[in-house]
């Protein structure tokens, strides 16, 4: 099982940034995605999740509007655009599939919000 994030990097105040979550050794399709992020000092924090089906998704409130969660079953892969992005938003970011009691997680990829 792999998750295995990507599209990191520095980005000012403002701008936008895609991460991608590319899943293989499971069935993409049955699981619910989430991305998560954990900045320094603080804990791990939901950012956005969605359904296996993409009918159904939830954010925080700090990103609502701004990051949009979305999915390609066929391609195994997570996404999450980032729009209007501010300081508070750096962090580490990681995907996470879940079915039931099964939890995968990826290695996280670094985003970093600054001028």
């Known amino acids: 099982v792999q998750l295995v994030e990507s599209g990191g990097g520095l980005v000012q105040p403002g701008g936008s940034l895609r991460l991608s979550c590319a899943a293989s050794g499971f069935t993409f399709r049955w699981y619910y995605m989430s991305w998560y992020r954990q900045a320094p000092g603080k804990e791990r924090e939901l950012v956005a999740s969605q359904r296996s089906t993409g009918s159904t998704t939830n954010y925080a409130d700090t990103v609502k509007v701004r990051f949009t969660i979305s999915r390609n079953n066929a391609e195994n892969t997570v996404y999450l655009q980032m729009n209007s992005r501010k300081p508070e938003d750096t962090a580490v970011y990681y995907c996470?599939?879940?079915?039931?009691?099964?939890?995968?997680w990826g290695q996280g990829t670094q985003v970093t919000v600054s001028s």
């Open positions: 996470k599939a879940e079915r039931g009691s099964i939890n995968y």
